[in-house]
């Protein structure tokens, strides 16, 4: 962990963050979602930085992306900006 001292000092916030991901770990979840039409381009993808052992854990990681796709739906499509995507 970066403790903010010397060159390139960051601030109390940042630190408090770093010291929080370092205990807990962090978990991404990426959309590729089009900006214009809303709807999801790809697949969805989890990243996991020292919360779970990916490897160990597949099945977990697996159902996070089923779960996420899963709210997507019964969200129809919705952008987080809340736009949605066109029906044909």
């Given at each position: ?57 597949k099945e977990l990681m697996e159902q996070i992306k089923t779960d996420t796709a899963a709210c997507l739906r019964v ?14």
């Amino acid at each position: 962990m970066v403790d903010g001292l010397g060159i390139g000092d960051v601030g109390r916030i940042v630190l408090r963050d770093r010291q929080v991901m370092a205990e807990d770990g962090i978990v991404i979840i990426v959309v590729p979602v089009n900006s214009q039409s809303g709807q999801v381009t790809g697949e969805v993808e989890v990243i996991s930085r020292g919360f779970v052992y990916v490897k160990e854990n597949k099945e977990l990681m697996e159902q996070i992306k089923t779960d996420t796709a899963a709210c997507l739906r019964v969200l129809g499509g919705s952008s987080p900006t809340g736009n949605r995507s066109e029906r044909n």
